[in-house]
């Protein structure tokens, strides 16, 4: 099972909306609504910040949002902050024999 | 509030074996899949194995199938990963997750290093 695609870094100022990629095929990302995103700061270990590709858990700021189109889902942050400077990983159930399967991850700067 | 707490990293050489736990506080452990992810230094997330809330149902990924063995003790609110036949490439932050809904880790411990070398 190989890992989903994402872009390895966005960047944008402050107050400005990003959006990071999560690229896989039929058997995970297309064929199923279950993708999760996840924020990771250096030293700490990941939050989940949305599931089933657009919901969102309780106490995650409504900045943040997910979709999906084909096999491509989408974590969109918009008024960016400096706080949301982090590493961000998609995740989505597979229907392989491994479950789940996480993307390469992005690195999101706040300039 | 929902704790989970790893323990049982540490340096072991390659062929060797690990064994890490995980405690679980502050929810209804029986409740809930778990799940174990690993990041190497430097690296991303990759998904290692889940278990069921009841522990009848456990999927691995094909990096560790066969060397690995997820368990739960739904008595004593504890996850474990017994890791065999270590591998250089095995070394990584070990985090377990609570599950709730289908691939989605709600909470996270703060990982247990293990690193595998010689």
């Known amino acids: 099972q190989s890992a989903l695609t994402q872009p390895a870094s966005v960047s944008g100022s402050p107050g400005q909306s990003i959006t990071i990629s999560c690229t896989g095929t039929?058997?995970?990302?297309?064929?199923?609504?279950?993708v999760s995103w996840y924020q990771q700061h250096p030293g700490k270990a990941p939050k989940l910040m949305i599931y089933?590709?657009?919901n969102r858990p309780s106490g995650v700021s409504n900045r943040f949002s997910g979709s999906k189109s084909g096999n491509t889902a989408s974590l969109t942050i918009s008024g960016l902050q400096a706080e949301d400077e982090a590493d961000y990983y998609c995740?989505?159930?597979?229907?392989?024999?491994?479950?789940?399967?996480f993307g390469t991850g992005t690195k999101v700067t706040v300039l | 509030q929902v704790q989970l707490v790893e323990s049982g990293g540490g340096l072991v050489k390659p062929g060797g074996s690990l064994r890490l736990s995980c405690a679980a506080s502050?929810?209804?452990?029986?409740?809930?899949?778990m799940s174990w992810i690993r990041q190497a230094p430097g690296k991303g997330l990759e998904w290692v194995s889940y278990?069921?809330?009841?522990?009848?149902?456990?999927y691995y990924a094909d990096s560790v199938k066969g060397r690995f063995t997820i368990s739960r003790d739904n008595a004593k609110n504890s996850l474990y990963l017994q890791m065999n036949s270590l591998r250089a490439e095995d070394t990584a932050v070990y985090y377990c997750?609570?599950?709730?809904?289908?691939?989605?880790?709600?909470?996270w411990g703060q990982g247990t290093l293990v690193t595998v070398s010689s």
């Open positions: 997750a609570r599950g709730g809904i289908v691939a989605a880790n709600f909470n």
């Open positions: 502050g929810f209804t452990f029986s409740d809930y899949y």
């Open positions: 278990i069921s809330s009841s522990g009848s149902t456990i």
């Open positions: 039929s058997s995970d990302v297309g064929g199923y609504n279950y």
């Open positions: 089933e590709v657009s």
């Open positions: 995740s989505s159930y597979t229907s392989s024999s491994t479950l789940e399967v």
